[in-house]
């Protein structure tokens, strides 16, 4: 589903050059579940960052389902974000102005699925995480679970080959932080293929691989034993 | 296309409806400025109206030919000649200018500019008299109070008719009596009052104070002989009246051996001069209007632009999340920009109606123009759609700035940004 290979890139800080992926090389299957783990400034939020096609890589390969992807513009990396892509961000990012349901339309909307079937979509994703009856509500009248479980059916309602997860959990305490894992982990065992960042020993713990990352480089690759986030719940 | 796009449209009123306030406020600055440019495009054209109005009744392609004083001598003549014309120069200007539409000569009563003593009843007025072919009105309009004007049939029938002045009216008639057919003397000869004109609050090039008969009667009545006072001459449209002038002084000069260079001899007046340079003023009035509207206009687009630099900057976050999630650079421009153009819409058409309303209100307190020239102050339709299209043209320019800003930040940066 996703390779990678010798991806180097460094930032420009004033007169000096910040190199902070020193050739990374993985790979991820479809329908694994995967963690990336690393203290800060060990490269994994930029990491994810040119896996989400925000931002671009300055050397190596990178293949997503079979597509290089290389020199995007930007309105082709918008387009195969919207269609390879579903993002879950650590500060959940909703739209505050609009309601549950009109969050979760909105990447179908850029895909231009027409309106009443964008509806009945986002709604059925809606009712996945088990927030039906809270689809007119507005995000500052959601709990922060809540508010990460609609980011998840945001990312879900696409339909997208990988969801990337850059620390859903981070703003969330242990016993929320366990429900929303409980859902990814049952989103992957319906197939899909997600990668989490995460730098929580026990969240890295509830994927089925993880990969450490330090100084830019990849340390440790290995698969561990699942921890299944329902027993805590 | 966009136009139809619900959604498009349901997010652009959600973000403009989030903050009505600043909405409001930014609106404020374009209606102010579509108020300003449509009253004052709105009150050049009552000023034109206005003037039109004044002009009503006057040919305004016409000129008046009259005799003077010769300033040199010339063929043996000495200088101090008076020119006095005869009737017989209508016929042959008439002849050798074929772009003259209508010439009417006239002959006055005593001097240039005299009065003659008119009686009635013992009552008297010093009125002007003028003796004048029918064919004067179609170039200065009398505007009727009662009864006619003089006719073809007064003049072959060398009919002892008279038509006067309201002014000379007062003076011989008592309040409310009535004039018509009844007979006043000039010079010991009868007239029959036939109408009475009223002075029309505009140029009046014969006063108010007059009694017009008949040229054949007036040659009869007072012996006139082949005289001829003046000539009231309107030209074929489309010939500048300066030309015809020229020919006519010409040939009069030929005629009455006038020296070619003397320019004193023949009196004369173009009134299109007066039309050209009113026509002039209120196109350049309108102009200036334009002008400084299109500007205040262009100042209110900014404020626009300016508040709407202030919410994409607000936005920066959430138009990164949209962009992550699929929003190409192309949507964020369009709704941004469009929500530009919403907005001077809108408020345009508010100032819009704001301005159309204040101009009834002046068109019903001033605009009879009878103080001033000041007659329907409206703007016409080219103009509204003239101002509106610039006014949307400017929007969509000037929301590119805020658009082009929100494309800008990279979507990774304006996700960083807490």
Known sequence: MIEIKDLHKSYKMGSNSLHVLKGINFKVEEGELVAIMGSSGSGKSTLLNILGMLDGADTGEYTLDGVPIKDLSETKAAQYRNKFLGFIFQSFNLINYKSALENVALPLYYQKVPRKERQEKAMQYLDRVGLKPWASHHPSELSGGQKQRVAIARAMAAEPKVLLADEPTGALDSKTSYEVMDLIQKINDEGNTILVVTHEEDIAHMCKRIVHLKDGVIVEDKKIEQVRAGQYV | ?418
């Open chain 2, 1 to 418: 296309m966009w136009v139809f796009d619900r959604d498009l449209w349901i997010e652009i009123f959600h973000t403009l409806g989030k903050n009505m306030f600043r909405t409001f406020l930014t609106m404020l600055g374009v209606i102010f400025a579509m108020v300003i440019l449509v009253l004052l495009l709105g009150s050049a054209n009552g000023m034109s109206n206005g003037f039109n109005k004044i002009f009503a009744g006057t040919a305004s392609n016409s000129l008046f030919v009259w005799g003077q004083q010769t300033s040199m001598p010339y063929k043996g003549f000495e200088r101090g000649r008076r020119i006095r014309y005869k009737i017989e120069d209508a016929d042959i200007l008439k002849k050798q200018i074929p772009e003259i539409e209508v010439l009417a000569p006239r002959i006055e009563l005593a001097s240039h500019r005299g009065t003659v003593t008119v009686y009635r009843n013992g009552q008297t007025s010093g009125s002007s008299v003028y003796g004048d072919y029918p064919e004067i009105d179609n170039i200065t309009k009398k505007k009727l109070v009662e009864g006619r004007f003089l006719n073809q049939t007064d003049m072959d029938q060398s009919k002892k008719v008279c038509v006067i002045g309201e002014e000379t009216y007062k003076l011989l008639f008592d309040k409310g009596e009535n004039a018509i057919g009844e007979d006043i003397r000039i010079n010991g000869v009868y007239f029959s009052v036939v109408g009475i004109y009223k002075p029309n609050n505009n140029i009046n090039i014969d006063g108010e104070n007059a009694v017009f008969i008949p040229f054949a009667t007036f040659q009869k009545a007072f012996n006139s002989g082949d005289l001829m006072g003046w000539m009231a001459i309107a030209v074929k449209e489309n010939t500048p009246v300066p030309v015809v002038e020229n020919q006519i002084k010409d040939i009069l000069k030929a005629k009455y051996d006038i020296h070619p260079d003397d320019e004193r001899a023949i009196g004369s007046f173009d009134m299109s001069e007066i039309f050209n340079n009113i026509t002039a003023f209120t196109t350049v009035l309108q102009g200036f209007s334009f002008f400084i509207g299109i500007f205040t206009l262009l100042a209110g687009v900014i404020a626009i632009s300016n508040i709407l630099l202030i919410t994409v900057k607000e936005r920066t976050k959430e138009i990164g999340v949209r962009r992550a999630l699929g929003a190409t650079p192309k949507i964020v421009k369009r709704q941004i920009v469009v929500e530009a153009i919403v907005l001077t819409t809108f408020a345009g058409l508010v100032g819009f109606a704001i301005s159309v309303g204040i101009l009834s209100i002046m068109d019903s307190m001033w605009g009879s123009g009878d103080d001033f020239p000041f007659v329907k102050p409206m703007i016409s339709v080219p103009q509204f759609l003239v101002s509106f299209i610039l006014m949307v043209g400017l929007s969509v320019l000037i929301g590119l700035i805020p658009a082009n800003r929100a494309v800008r930040v990279r979507p990774i940066e304006a996700l960083r940004e807490e």
